[in-house]
């Protein structure tokens, strides 16, 4: 079953949005979203890190945390 769901998206978003409509060839922004979460919920782990500018070390779990 399909619910509504309302997201806020910037204009960083929605050129994300265009890309994968374009890439992938899928007609509308809502299957442009649901093809993404599921090629990222399938996909192997990718640490992402919100300090691109800092050297982090890969904690116990193989995590990156800050220096």
Do not use: C, F
């Not at 050129?15 to 922004?29: E, F, L, N, P």
């Not at 649901?34 to 070390?57: F, H, M, N, Y």
Request: aromatic share 2%; proline share 1%; no cysteine.
């Amino acid at each position: 079953m399909r619910k509504i769901t309302t997201i806020r998206l910037d204009d960083a978003d929605r050129a994300a949005i265009a890309v994968i409509r374009q890439r992938y060839g899928v007609v509308s922004d809502s299957d442009a979203m649901r093809l993404a979460l599921r090629l990222v919920a399938e996909s192997k782990r990718v640490d992402i890190r919100q300090d691109a500018g800092k050297v982090g070390e890969a904690d116990h779990n193989g995590r990156n945390e800050p220096a």
